[in-house]
């Protein structure tokens, strides 16, 4: 059975940080791809960055590039996303999610096989 379990969210001020964390249990860790979505109320799932198991290699939307930082423990079977300045506009759900490959091609929740619940993030101004 796999489970993603995310945690970190939080209230935090513009400009300040936080640190999400995502523990995926049930599956090989190594030969997946993880990924970060966030979703504000009406609005659809956005992708904002994913890294492969095996490379290392990440990608990131434009909206989060060079504030947000990917990363992942495969021994712990954790990933990360460490996020600095933020802005009221990331302010949304955010979820981990688990990709069937090894791949970051194309962004899309389709490609993502397992979720998280969730951890919200409200940034205020």
């Known amino acids: 059975q796999v489970q993603v379990v995310e945690s970190g969210g939080g209230l935090v001020q513009a400009g300040g940080s936080l640190r999400l964390s995502c523990r995926a249990s049930g599956v090989t860790f190594d030969n997946h791809s993880m990924g970060w979505f966030r979703q504000e109320p009406g609005k659809e799932r956005e992708g904002i960055s994913c890294i492969s198991a095996w490379t290392g290699g990440t990608y990131y939307s434009d909206s989060v590039k060079g504030r947000f930082t990917i990363s992942r423990d495969n021994t712990e079977k954790m990933l990360y996303l460490q996020m600095n300045s933020l802005k009221p506009e990331d302010t949304a759900m955010y979820y981990c999610?688990?990709?069937?490959?090894?791949?970051?091609?194309?962004?899309?929740?389709?490609?993502?096989?397992?979720w998280g619940q969730g951890t919200q993030v409200t940034v205020s101004s």
């Open positions: 999610a688990v990709r069937l490959y090894d791949t970051c091609s194309g962004l899309t929740e389709e490609a993502f096989a397992y």
